[in-house]
């Protein structure tokens, strides 16, 4: 299940797409068609917590979306299932996913972000056995950082060429992006 199909989910749909696997998604901005090109079905986000074995968060940061994710949602997760969350620490209720994991051993949270980031020394997540935290340095490892100018320089030179950019930022993407 992936919650947000902006870049960051359509590529992981992408990648996921080489595996004999359904994906469903949540995304409110998700249109049919869009849905169809991904090969997604498109559901609600109780519906997807609901029936995923993977969760994976990819929702911007945006005020609308803080505290979007709480424990009705993980409480509702399948057995054995794990939550994956790649998009901000606020969008999660983290004492409600702390409650939920500690009342739920079978359940699994890989988190990459938190709130705070790192977590406080006190913090439960150090010590459940059910989670593991990764430092938020995705963007920053193997050759992530030569891709990232070269496609900076990429988009410069479109941009100077007067041609389209591939990842032109209008104010109504703007609004859907954290």
């Known amino acids: 299940g992936l919650i947000g199909l902006g870049k960051i989910g359509t590529r992981l749909r992408k990648l996921l797409a080489a595996y004999p ?19 997604v079905e498109s559901t609600s986000l109780n519906d997807l917590f609901e029936r995923s074995l993977v969760v994976s968060n990819h929702i911007p940061d945006l005020d609308s979306t803080i505290g979007a994710l709480n424990g009705s949602h993980f409480s509702a997760m399948r057995e054995g299932a794990t939550f994956i969350n790649t998009g901000r620490g606020a969008q999660i209720v983290e004492d409600d996913l702390i409650a939920v994991l500690q009342e739920r051993p079978d359940l699994t949270a890989l988190l990459d972000v938190t709130l705070p980031e790192p977590p406080a020394d006190d913090s ?28 900076v320089i990429d988009e410069y030179i479109r941009w100077n060429s007067d041609d389209p950019l591939e990842y032109e930022i209008t104010a109504e993407v703007l609004a859907t992006m954290g």
């Open 21 to 39: 696997i359904k994906v469903i998604a949540h995304d409110p901005f998700l249109t049919e068609q869009r849905a169809s090109e991904l090969d």
């Open 124 to 151: 439960p997540l150090w010590s459940l056995p059910n989670v593991i935290i990764s430092p938020h340095i995705g963007g920053t490892v193997g050759d992530e950082v030569v891709r990232l100018a070269d496609c």
